[in-house]
C-alpha cells in the first residue's frame, strides 16, 4: 500500500511540474482588447492526464497544486481562486469519468472526456473568472475560447491516448 500512494505522490510530482512548465514556461498568451483572453498551452494535459491515471481525488489536488505552484514562480495576472478552483477540476473531471468509464480510454471516451473537461473549465468558468476580473461580457470571451478549445481538443485526445496506450501496462500493474 505504502509503495503504491508513494508510487501516485511521485507520479502526481511529475505531472505538476509538467503542468507547471507547460503553462508558465511553453504558452501564448492571446490578447484582445487589451486584456488576456486565451492562454494556448498544454498545461491541462498533464492535469488531465493526472486524473485519468491517478484518479478524481489525486487529480484535483494536483491541479489546484499546480496552479498554487506556478503562479509565484511566474505569475500571468493578478492571483484569483476561481482559476486553482479551474485547475483542480481538469484533473477531478476526467478521474471521475474514468471511474464512470471504468478506464475504457477509447478514442471516443477520451474525446468526451476532454471535450466536457475543456467545455466545463476552459469555456465556461475561465470565461466567468475573466468576466468577474476584468467585466468583459461573455459574448466577446468566448468566440476566441471556441477557436482554441476546437485546436486544443483533438491535439489532446491524439496525445493523451498515445500517452495511454503506451504507459498502460506500467500504471495498470502499479496504481
Known amino acids: 500500500m ?3 500512494k508513494i508510487l501516485r505522490i511521485a507520479l502526481s510530482g511529475m505531472f505538476i511540474a509538467l503542468s ?10 492571446i490578447i484582445i482588447g487589451g486584456i488576456q483572453t486565451v492562454r494556448l498551452s ?3 494535459l498533464p492535469l488531465m ?5 491517478l484518479g478524481p481525488t489525486y487529480g484535483a489536488i494536483t491541479g489546484a497544486l499546480a496552479d498554487l505552484i506556478g503562479f509565484p514562480l511566474n505569475p500571468q495576472g493578478t492571483y484569483f481562486p476561481g482559476f486553482t478552483l479551474t485547475a483542480a477540476l481538469s484533473g477531478f473531471i476526467p478521474g471521475l469519468m474514468g471511474k464512470l468509464l471504468k478506464r475504457d480510454w477509447t478514442w471516443a471516451y477520451l474525446t468526451l472526456t476532454v471535450s466536457v473537461t475543456i467545455l466545463i473549465t476552459s469555456l465556461l468558468l475561465n470565461s466567468l473568472w475573466l468576466n468577474i476580473m476584468y467585466g468583459q461580457a461573455f459574448a466577446v470571451l468566448l468566440p476566441p475560447r471556441i477557436i482554441a478549445a476546437l485546436i486544443l481538443i483533438p491535439v489532446y485526445v491524439l496525445v493523451s491516448k498515445l500517452f495511454l496506450s503506451h504507459f498502460r501496462h506500467f500504471f495498470a500493474a502499479r496504481i
Request: proline fraction near 0%.
Open 2 to 4: 505504502i509503495k503504491n
Open 20 to 29: 507547471v512548465v507547460f503553462t508558465r514556461f511553453f504558452s501564448q498568451m
Open 42 to 44: 498544454f498545461g491541462d
Open 49 to 53: 492526464l493526472s486524473g485519468m491515471v
